[in-house]
T-cell receptor, first 112, second 115 residues
């Protein structure tokens, strides 16, 4: 059964600080891993997508890493801004399947 | 190019009524996915449709829920005889193709409240 576990469940950081969010997954056969940002009351927006052969991908101040051997991924946010306050969701998909498996997300609050 | 549109954004129904949620995919996208997000939970897949066809409905409850994506018009998620447990945010996503790498673009969601 495909599963995604994220940690921490929630996080508060000061504006300008960096943070790292974690994701452990179980999916077979692995196709790709995505990180989404979901603002309160809105739909998820894609930040990065990584396939098996990619171990890092950046999108501005967001950098995702993937270790396919340990089945772990992280999302690093640099120089956080108040607008980064949101839920960050790790999502995996399996080869041959159109459906996605979502984690519960990490709720990030950036405080001034 | 407008994004995925969902309406209504908020819907209040009494127990036993019907709820109809609409989703218009992005222009050029012929694949639609419906997800449900319960409070404090991650999004859960419900159903995957292409024009006039249900491709995968493995996440749909067996009773009261149905979905369609007609040749013309938006995709509809229909919930009959709603119960309080149906209260959730329902998100629609669309993609242009079947490759699992294809980006799924999400709408803003419909928040259903059952009184």
């Amino acid at each position: 059964k495909n599963q995604v576990e994220q940690s921490p469940q929630s996080l508060i950081i000061l504006e300008g600080k960096n943070c790292t969010l974690q994701c452990n997954y179980t999916v077979s056969p692995f196709s790709n891993l995505r990180w989404y940002k979901q603002d309160t009351g809105r739909g998820p927006v894609s930040l990065t997508i990584m396939t098996f052969s990619e171990n890092t991908k950046s999108n501005g101040r967001y950098t995702a890493t993937l270790d396919a051997d340990t089945k772990q991924s992280s999302l690093h946010i640099t120089a956080s801004q108040l607008s980064d306050s949101a839920s960050y969701i790790c999502v995996v998909s399996a080869i041959g399947y159109s459906t996605l498996t979502f984690g519960k997300g990490t709720m990030l609050l950036v405080s001034p | 190019n407008a994004g995925v549109m969902q309406n209504p954004r908020h819907l209040v129904r009494r127990r036993g009524q019907e709820a109809r949620l609409r989703c218009s995919p992005m222009k050029g996208h012929s694949h639609v996915y419906w997800y449900r997000q319960l409070p404090e939970e991650g999004l859960k897949f419900m159903v995957y449709l292409q024009k006039e066809n249900i491709i995968d409905e493995s996440g749909m409850p067996k009773e009261r829920f149905s979905a369609e994506f007609p040749k013309e018009g938006p995709s509809i998620l229909r919930i009959q005889q709603v119960v309080r447990g149906d209260s959730a945010a329902y998100f629609c996503a669309s993609s242009p193709g079947t490759n699992s790498y294809n980006e799924q673009f999400f709408g803003p969601g419909t928040r259903l409240t059952v009184l």
